[in-house]
């Protein structure tokens, strides 16, 4: 696939909202927690976003990082002088662990998103024929909106939980053009690479988000099959972290498995095409589409798909027993 010419991105730039001024709103939310150290995304033009190692983004997420490898440092050292090693001890080294390793991933995901907003713009302006994805900004706004607020009430309830317990305690088949065809299944092609490009940009992050959402859903089942005599406000807490942890990863599971069940809407279109359409093309759009379906992946290991959900569930439930059956031995 050609690269645009400078002059014919110039232009297009102004004409074309981009997926590039969509995703700005969020990723700047995500500098206010030292997530995204990158300059230049509220510039509309993508040409002008830079990673740049002395800067002061990078400086804000390396004090973030400094404090988080503190806190992860203070807590071992702890664990490591107890004189009983505990699973609360494990949980809190997790906790601090994947947040240190989540900002380095973006901090590495900042480094790559120019290029890849560049090669993704490109697929926009090539697709701009089939028409811009409608309300795309607004909707990554609202959601970004939606999890953040959720987020701060279960901080904040967690905060008042802690303090509560420390104070009581302590239409196909027309085309008959067989060029029209090859043209169609080369811009699917196009979306597919795009898709190739992020998955692995995002990969090692989708893993991490899976295997701490999954750590943490186990954590809090555990706890709850405990006896506990809580007071009113940490039982609030624990349920409604609990039922935010829950549909958090549902969410990002849907959301993601959605890449893999939009590649494969082209199927039965292309199936249902009549005998005296069908052609050498048509087949090879069939092959790509059923060989390589589109899908993130969590670094190769697993790809994204509404089938994972249940594979998670019941992995839960194995782990969970295990869990149990662990606290029964100690």
Not at 19 to 48: N, V
Not at 162 to 179: F, R
Not at 228 to 252: G, K, P, Q
Request: some cysteine; aromatic content about 14%; charged content about 15%.
């Amino acid at each position: 696939m050609g690269k645009l010419s400078l002059s014919r991105t110039k232009r297009n730039v102004s004409e074309v909202s981009t997926t590039h001024e969509c995703f700005a709103a969020s990723l700047m939310i995500g500098q206010c927690f030292a997530m995204f150290p990158l300059k230049g995304l509220l510039k509309s033009d993508f040409r002008l976003l830079r990673f740049r190692w002395f800067s002061w983004n990078i400086i804000y997420t390396a004090a973030y990082l400094t404090g988080v490898l503190f806190l992860l440092s203070f807590h071992t050292n702890n664990v490591i002088r107890a004189s009983r090693l505990r699973f609360e001890h494990f949980v809190t080294f997790v906790f601090y662990a994947s947040t240190l390793t989540a900002t380095l991933l973006f901090c590495r995901l900042a480094q790559y998103w120019p290029q890849l907003m560049q090669k993704w713009t490109e697929i926009d302006f090539r697709m701009r024929s089939y028409g811009f994805c409608k309300n795309l900004s607004l909707h990554l706004k609202v959601v970004s909106a939606v999890v953040l607020l959720a987020a701060l009430l279960e901080h904040s309830l967690y905060l008042a939980s802690a303090i509560t317990n420390i104070t009581n305690e302590k239409g196909w088949d027309k085309v008959k053009d067989v060029h029209c065809w090859k043209e169609l299944r080369s811009d699917y092609n196009a979306v597919a690479g795009l898709c190739s490009n992020v998955d692995n940009a995002m990969s090692g992050i989708i893993l991490l988000s899976f295997a701490n959402n999954l750590f943490f859903i186990l954590v809090q089942l555990f706890y709850s099959l405990k006896s506990r005599n809580d007071n009113a406000v940490s039982r609030v807490y624990f349920l409604y972290s609990f039922a935010f942890l829950l549909l958090r990863t549902i969410s990002v599971s849907l959301y993601a498995a959605n890449v893999n069940e939009t590649s494969k809407e082209p199927t039965p279109l292309l199936l249902s095409v009549s005998p005296e359409v069908y052609n050498i093309e048509i087949e090879r759009f069939l092959y790509k589409i059923q060989a390589s379906p589109c899908a993130l992946t969590g670094k190769g290991f697993f790809s994204i798909t509404k089938s994972l959900v249940l594979s998670v569930a019941g992995a839960i439930v194995t782990y969970e027993l295990v869990l149990i059956q662990f606290e029964s031995a100690a």
